[in-house]
């Protein structure tokens, strides 16, 4: 079972030091849309709490020929931070060793 709060924590710790972790598909391969959709607002959530500010929204797979390649049945959504921002951190981090 994903624990979506843990996973999200674990994650948002290491924004802004430059560390990666494995793809969460590997220990949980294909979540369902509504879980990936819950997963993202953890993670925004968790960006809030860091005062990462949202610059606006992706949408993806608009391309309706395309969604039965990808299993998706509408457009994916998604928010934008700043890259600014993600640089700064990552900078920051860096120079703290």
């Known amino acids: 079972m994903l624990d979506i709060e843990a996973e ?7 924004f802004g030091t430059g560390k990666s972790v494995p793809l969460l598909t590997t220990t949980h391969p294909s979540p369902d849309m509504p879980t990936a959709y819950r997963l993202a607002a953890a993670v925004r959530r968790g960006r809030l709490r860091r005062d990462d500010p949202a610059i606006g929204r992706k949408i993806g797979s608009t391309n309706h020929l395309m969604w039965e390649k990808y299993e998706v049945k509408a457009p994916i959504w998604g928010v934008r931070i700043t890259v600014r921002q993600a640089l700064t951190a990552t900078a920051s981090a860096a120079e703290a060793g």
Do not use: W, Y
């Open 8 to 14: 999200v924590a674990a994650l948002v710790a290491l």
